[in-house]
């Protein structure tokens, strides 16, 4: 059983910066796409970047220039680097796998993911 479990969340000011980890169990994820999305109070889950076994990198427009995604697959694990923060950006994230093979949705769909993890916090004070 594959397990995803988020780390670096917290509380920021608007411009500062957070590193979210997302280390996985159960199953090496080399091969799979890697994403993050993220979701406001009131508001439905979003796409907010991914990446895939190529290192290939997709990211929503609202946070380019801003948020990079990249992995480490020696230690499983993905990561979101956060600068330049806004309070817009106060959501919990959650990092997901899309393994090779999965065929459902899209890689910047909720639906195009099989595993996910728990959550992360973050918020951005003004």
């Known amino acids: 059983q594959v397990q995803l479990v988020e780390s670096g969340g917290g509380l920021v000011q608007a411009g500062g910066s957070l590193r979210l980890s997302c280390a996985a169990s159960?199953?090496?994820?080399?091969?799979?796409?890697r994403g993050w999305f993220r979701q406001a109070p009131g508001n439905e889950r979003e796409f907010v970047a991914a990446?895939?076994?190529?290192?290939?990198?997709y990211n929503v427009d609202s946070v380019k220039g801003r948020f990079t995604i990249s992995r480490d697959n020696a230690a499983n694990t993905v990561y979101l680097q956060m600068n330049s923060l806004k309070p817009e950006d106060t959501a919990v994230y959650y990092c997901?796998?899309?393994?090779?093979?999965?065929?459902?949705?899209?890689?910047?769909?909720?639906?195009?993911?099989?595993?996910w993890g728990q959550g992360t916090q973050v918020t951005v004070s003004s």
């Open positions: 159960g199953r090496t994820l080399s091969s799979s796409t």
């Open positions: 990446i895939r076994s190529t290192c290939s990198t």
């Open positions: 997901a796998a899309r393994p090779l093979g999965f065929l459902r949705g899209t890689y910047d769909s909720s639906s195009g993911y099989a595993y």
